[in-house]
């Protein structure tokens, strides 16, 4: 059983990151929404759902966060889990669309459609932590260290992801230089 003592002191940790999430989000919500548009998918209503829930879930869980990590990381972690929970979910309703004789969603249009499919359709085939090691980085400018704790995995580990994932997309996307070299 806590004292009074050991109470107050909880609570003042709490209203301590409290104020600190509240900042945070002023500061990163933007680059929050930037990060759920690019891994959903680019469906700017779809970002801001995935990152208000994102938010939602970290501010409930915030007593229990133990400072342990920085708050950025921690939240980007609840975010990327809650852009997996959206995509995992969109998958299951567009099974039942298709099945139930409808057509899928449309592609969400980009400057050239056929290039952002095909950008689109070569980051949908990378598995799902290369693509997440990817976005935070060379989409949302994390340092592979952030990156690793976002993700929860080595600093190693994320920067053989990256590797990975560069190289497929290099080798899917290799005629866009090719035709750009010819082009220019």
Known sequence: METSGELIMTM???????????AFVEDHRERAVRLAWRLTGGDPAVAEDVTQDALVAAYRALPRFRDEARLETWFYRILLRQAHSYLRWRRVREAWRVAAGNEPSPEVAAPDPELGRRIAAALGRLPRTQRDC???????????REAAAIVGKAEGTVKSHLHRALTALRRELDDLRSAGERGA
């Open 134 to 144: 990817f976005l935070l980085v060379h989409g949302e400018g994390f340092t592979v």
């Open 12 to 22: 003042d940790a709490v209203d301590d990151r409290t104020v600190r999430f509240r």
